[in-house]
């Protein structure tokens, strides 16, 4: 890819991995697990969403406290482990290979960035927890803006404070509806599919699809 800048990439399912809190309780959960965890995430975007068309702001981590309770009464489970849930939530694990691209790629002359749903505490923490504390330049939070992504205002944040062209940066979600967001407001997307998921008709497509992000390391030698 020429011309690239800077290189965004969204937080929550993209670096990390957003059912590995479940999973960690998936002994206490029991199978239902990965449902569970798959409708949490759900509920989760879809209050977001929500939020923003109605003008009700909550910040992601009320949200994600506010979708975690429906979805452990829908799965009927015991709601002595929401605190537990929470906590780990703060703590998510990195994709495999995470830690290994992203060092690689700030050894390069690219602007490294986060821009998330996430308020700054929970990214902070999520980033410290992960020992990626030196990687990147700048997380931006969607607070900054007071509303949620696919808001045309939050893609403009990297661009006001890096002062160029949405077409260098490569923003990177392996959120479909995130990547259309981040291709309508003019950003160059790349779609990181892990799951061979079929993208969204929604006008705007990826200017790249990759299945993880070992590959960024042969788009961006």
């Given at each position: ?45 879809e209050y977001t969403w929500l939020r ?55 050894k390069k002359s690219f602007k490294l ?57 490569a923003f990177l979600s392996a959120n ?46």
């Amino acid at each position: 890819m020429k011309n690239i800048k800077a290189i965004i990439f969204d937080a929550y399912g993209t670096l990390f991995d957003v059912n590995s809190a479940a999973e960690k309780c998936k002994n206490k959960i029991g199978n239902k697990w990965e449902s569970f965890a798959n409708y949490w995430r759900t509920t989760q975007l879809e209050y977001t969403w929500l939020r923003s068309l109605m003008g009700r702001h909550k910040d992601f981590w009320q949200v994600t406290e506010d979708s975690l309770e429906k979805s452990m009464k829908v799965f009927e489970i015991d709601f002595i482990m929401k605190s537990e849930l929470l906590n780990l939530y703060k703590k998510l694990s990195t994709f495999i290979e995470v830690p290994n691209v992203l060092s690689s790629l700030r050894k390069k002359s690219f602007k490294l960035a986060i821009l998330s749903n996430g308020t700054p505490q929970l990214l902070n923490e999520l980033v410290d927890s992960n020992n990626l504390e030196n990687i990147f330049d700048d997380i931006f939070s969607i607070e900054e803006v007071g509303i949620f992504k696919p808001s045309s205002k939050v893609y403009d944040i990297p661009v006001k404070k890096y002062k160029i062209k949405k077409k260098e940066i490569a923003f990177l979600s392996a959120n479909t509806w995130d990547v259309s967001g981040g291709g309508n407001y003019g950003y160059t997307s790349i779609w990181v599919n892990r799951n061979k998921n079929v993208f969204d008709n929604l006008d705007c497509k990826p200017n790249k699809e990759i299945k993880n992000l070992n590959q960024l390391l042969e788009m961006f030698k």
